[in-house]
């Protein structure tokens, strides 16, 4: 005899364009909003507390910059492509900061 789980209904309102767009990222990953709540819920039960830093990370503080804001536009519209951190146009601060991410993001992708 198959056992069944017992599982609670839970509901939570959320901005409508927020839904709209998770719900399509979500789907790149097969899953559900349900399913994502539950992977979540997993992860707070297995690590005792929220398993990501809820501080504002580097990445935000240069997506605000304006004229990286203004690069990454041209770069949707097929008007640039670049290979080296270097070569997109911020201020020294922010470039020290895109190269740090972009050395991380190449161990990852290994």
């Not at 899953?31 to 398993?51: C, D, M, Y």
């Not at 041209?74 to 740090?100: C, F, L, N, S």
Request: hydrophobic share 40%; glycine share 6%; aromatic share 8%.
């Amino acid at each position: 005899m198959a056992t069944i789980s017992k599982t609670e209904l839970f509901r939570a309102r959320i901005d409508r364009g927020r839904k709209a767009r998770t719900e399509k990222i979500l789907k790149r990953y097969g899953l559900t909003p349900g399913e994502a709540v539950n992977v979540f819920l997993a992860k707070v039960e297995e690590v005792g507390g929220i398993p990501f830093d809820l501080r504002p990370t580097e990445t935000s503080e240069f997506l605000d910059n304006p004229e990286f804001k203004q690069h990454l536009a041209r770069m949707k519209a097929g008007k640039v492509r670049y290979t080296d951190a270097k070569e997109i146009p911020v201020d020294a601060a922010t470039q020290k900061k895109i190269a740090a991410i972009t050395t991380v993001w190449k161990r990852v992708k290994k």
